[in-house]
């Protein structure tokens, strides 16, 4: 079985839409996604697709490992997506959110440009690799000097690595605080 862990599908700023795993394998596949992403990170509230049996199962693990699941926000998500909001809001956010990735790549490229940033076409992030010599713990350290705080890339690799991973958030940021967030990082990691 594989594990489609995609809460950011939905997201895409431009280009055009992929299949998901789950198309090309239904009874092997169960996809994940989430309504703190689609809708806003109030809700903790995710789903998931997949073949009917195996899901009721799930259910049943769930439900005797944490009794009863948040029944506010699954009535508060269901009453939403009833009244049709769920497709309006993910269009809002895809405006509000594309800007904002490509105000972070054009930092990048101004300030950063040794980098070489990934350029995704949608979500929340985009990574980068600090140049070589130059480590996320000493980074992370004298960024927080400057009011910057980042993210310990260490952690996103299970079997170690990621000394020079960087994950840059840009959703939550206006177009002025990206630009600034991404010169005090080019002081840090340039000095
Ligand atoms: C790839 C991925 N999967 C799952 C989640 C979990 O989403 P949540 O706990 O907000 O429902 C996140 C949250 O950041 C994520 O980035």
């Known amino acids: 079985m594989l594990l489609e862990d995609s809460p950011y599908r939905e997201l895409r700023y431009r280009g055009e839409t992929q299949p998901t795993l789950r198309e090309f394998a239904p009874e092997r596949v169960v996809q994940l996604s989430s309504f703190s992403k689609l809708i806003g990170p109030g809700p903790r509230l995710g789903y998931a697709i997949g073949p009917k049996n195996l899901l009721r199962e799930i259910a049943t693990v769930a439900e005797n490992t ?14 939403f997506c009833r009244a049709g909001h769920l497709e309006p809001q993910i269009d809002r ?38 140049p070589k010599g130059v480590s996320i713990i000493d980074v992370m350290d004298r960024a927080a000097e400057v009011e910057l705080i980042l993210a310990d890339g260490r952690g996103f690799f299970a079997n170690g690595g990621g000394e020079h991973f960087l994950r840059i958030p840009f959703c939550a940021l206006t177009k002025h605080q990206i630009s600034e967030g991404v010169a005090r990082l080019a002081e840090v990691v340039q000095n």
């Open 93 to 130: 956010l895809k405006k509000l959110y594309a800007p904002r990735l490509q105000a972070t790549l054009d930092a990048l490229d101004k300030y950063l440009p040794e980098t070489k940033p990934t350029r995704p076409d949608g979500g929340f992030f985009l990574s980068l690799t600090l």
């Open 66 to 79: 944490y009794i009863t699941p948040g029944l506010l926000a699954h009535g508060s998500v269901y009453e």
